[in-house]
Structures are given as structure tokens and as C-alpha cells.
């Protein structure tokens, strides 16, 4: 392995897919990376865990003392993102004015770095809500840029470090004996195994692709019922897999919400959820000269892996 002193910065890299690209960077040899978030929670999850990367608490959405540190960057991979809120604020501080303050910032540099955007499917999707809404703007800002970049779009990811999602599920089906499910259950996912999407930005800083927006899906199309059903396996769950109407599911989330001001799962997710969306699949694995995890195996890498499928991040 050789070492590579190219130096790479991660807004927001305290998430799922900023932890994962940092066992990847690593296993790679690289190691000047410097992430910058914050969730306090997950940042001290990733100073236990990488204890050797350079980490700034920050609020992207202000001005502050975070800026200086662009100033010699070889590499931005930018992941900084609201994914689940009740109300449009904090997608349009974390997605959009978090976006302008760095793209002001990387502009401002005497040797602009390149970009790795991660955007998100929803953009080719039918949905219609903060998030979809939010990202759309936030990937208009970018290409508008004129900073070199790749724009990444990746379908629902899963993983090691997985907070919300798969990882949720998860350890929600472990502690009820009764798992339920919207209606028939036979609604298709394309779900990305986030170490593969991690090994695809890697490519892209090592090849340097400008100029290009991509749809990133999972390869195997799999319905939400039957993903349901690997992860129980997975995680050897006991619970009952039970298909519930749509109305009393959705009755019960709008109940949960009232008790938690940040849900796990909201209605705008449920109705994205059971939306018919199939989104497109490209030869990633040729394109960018990287394997395919076959679902089966990598929901069983996420679950059992001895070093990491413990680590759970803060919601």
C-alpha cells in the first residue's frame, strides 16, 4: 500500500457514507484527510474510531474559523446533507446555504480543488418534498460553479455506521415481536451497498472525471419487503414480519412523530417509500473500474462484520 499525501477534505463527513469513505481512504494509503461536521455525537464516534484524521466541529451553514483549512486542498468530497426533518429549515441551512459557503470559499482559493458532489436519485424521482426539493437546488448551485466537479447520484444507501435506514431497522425488528410492513410490501428498491459508492468517489478523485453527473443505483432490484427479510436473517431477529394497511401504518408514524421531535422515519419518507420509482442503472462497475457487492453478501458484511457492524451513529 502505498501512501498518498494528497490532501482531502469531507464536509459532513462525520455520516454514514463520510465514515465509510474514511475506511476506504485509509485501506488506500491516504492520509491527509480532514473532516469537518457537526453532530458532536458522531464526531466523537469518529475520533474513537479514526483517531489518526484531522476533525473540525463546525457549522457549515455559518462563517467561521472552518474556512482556513481549504486554503492548501487538493480534494473536496462534499456529503453534507439534511435527510429527514418536520420542518424545511434545516434542509435549506444544510443543503443549500452550507453549499454556497463552501463553494464561496473553495472559489476564493489560490489553487481550487477538485469536487466530488454527492447529490442524491431523488432528483430523477417523482417526489415532491424538503429534501428532493432541497437537493435539487443544492446540485443547481454546484454545476453552476465553474469549479472542476462530478456530481454523484446515489440511490438509498446501507452499510457500516448506517444511523437511519437499513441500520435502523435493524435493531428495531430486534426488540419487537412484531415487525410491521406498509400494505403488500412490493415496493422495488434499488439499495446501494455504501462500500461499493465509496470505492466510485475514490475513482473519481484518482481518475479525476469533471464534467459529468451520475446516477448511482444498486445493481440488484430488490422489494422492500424481501430487504426486510435479509436483514432479519442477517441479524438473526425473531420478530414477525406482518403487513399492516398503509393508513394504520401511516397513522402510527404520525403518532411517533409527535413524541419525537426527529423521527427515524417520516411520512414524506413512507409515501416516497411506496412511490414506483426505478431508477436508472448504469455500468458503474466498468465505468469506474469497481466491483459490485451482491446484496445477500454485503447486507451480511453490514451486520456481522467483527470490526465495524458494531458502531452505530447518533440519530
Known sequence: MCVNN??????????LVGQNLLVQLKEKGYTNITVIDKHHENIKILKQTFPDVEVIEADLAEKGDWEYIFNDADVVVMLQAQIGAK???????NNVISTKNILNVIGECKNTPYLVHISSS????VADDFYTNSKKEQEEIV???GIENVVLRPTLMFGWFDRKHLGWLSRFMQK???FPIPGHGRYLRQPLYVKDFCNIIIACIEKRVVGEVYNISGLDKVDYIDIIREIKQAV????LILSIPYWMFFALIKIWSVFDSDPPFTTNQLEALVLPDVFETIDWPTIFDVSSTPFSQAIDETFNDKIYSHIKLDF
Do not use: Y
Not at 6 to 15: C, Q
Not at 122 to 125: A, G, M
Not at 236 to 239: E, G, M, Q
Open 236 to 239: 438473526k431477529a425473531k420478530t
Open 6 to 15: 494528497r490532501k482531502i477534505i469531507i464536509p459532513g463527513g462525520a455520516g
Open 87 to 93: 420542518q424545511e429549515e434545516p434542509f435549506i441551512r
Open 122 to 125: 431523488v432528483l430523477e424521482s
Open 143 to 145: 454545476l453552476a460553479s
Open 176 to 178: 419487537i415481536p412484531i
